[in-house]
């Protein structure tokens, strides 16, 4: 799995499906478990991070129950035990939580574009990038290959973090994953970092939750 001599340091997983991904709603801070899709999902990055042996140390997750049921899938395969950790917990996306995406898209991109403005009842793309990166820049110093279950605002924030990008919105080469998918960051000998596709499909990089 390691690409062009470079080494493997981190796995990002997205979450599976649930109804609410299914509407096309934001999901934000609410809490739905995982769909029969979902758990199908899970099961199958958690296949695919098993069978190469990677020799991973940890599973930490964003403690909303679609991101722990994920884990808890990777962790029973890699039979280890799982943490959660808020610094993996999704955009609170406030008074847009539950609602359509197409219909509330551009309320949604006034705050992306405006990323120090708070959204109502929610917070600051600021806040959300600062607290992943935060988290991110700790982790990165960790020499442990640890499994982070999380959502895809954060994931893009990461990859925002690894490419030196503070503007918030993502590069037009960015991209995320479909849920279940998983990101993975490498570190190359001359102490770079980047990140690669290493299960599931690219999708666009694209704030939501």
């Known amino acids: 799995m390691p690409k062009n001599n470079k080494k493997l340091t981190s796995i990002l997983v997205r979450h599976g499906d ?5 509407a096309n709603l934001f999901r934000s801070r609410l809490d739905p478990p995982l769909n029969p899709k979902g758990i199908e999902q899970a099961e ?3 296949e695919a991070i098993a069978k190469d042996n990677l ?13 722990c049921m994920t884990g808890d899938a990777i962790a029973l395969r890699l039979g280890l035990e799982i943490t959660q950790d808020r610094g993996l917990i999704s955009w609170a996306l406030g008074f847009l939580s539950g609602r359509d995406k197409e219909v509330y898209n551009d309320i949604l991109n006034y705050y992306v574009d405006n990323p120090k403005k708070v959204i109502p009842e929610g917070e600051s793309l600021d806040d959300l990038e600062k607290r992943t990166y ?15 279950v999380t959502h895809t605002s954060n994931i893009i924030s990461v990859q925002n973090l690894i490419a030196g990008n503070r503007d918030g919105r993502p590069e037009s080469g960015d991209f995320s994953v479909d849920p279940g998918g998983a990101i993975g960051i490498f570190l190359d000998e001359n102490g770079n970092y980047s990140t690669d596709l290493l299960f599931g499909k690219e999708k666009e990089a694209e704030f939501g939750s």
């Open 18 to 22: 649930t109804a609410i991904n299914e």
């Open 44 to 46: 199958e990055v958690a």
């Open 134 to 148: 935060d988290f991110f820049d700790a982790e990165l110093k960790k020499d442990i290959l640890s499994v982070f």
């Open 55 to 67: 020799g991973i140390k940890r599973v930490v997750c964003s403690p909303l129950l679609r991101a």
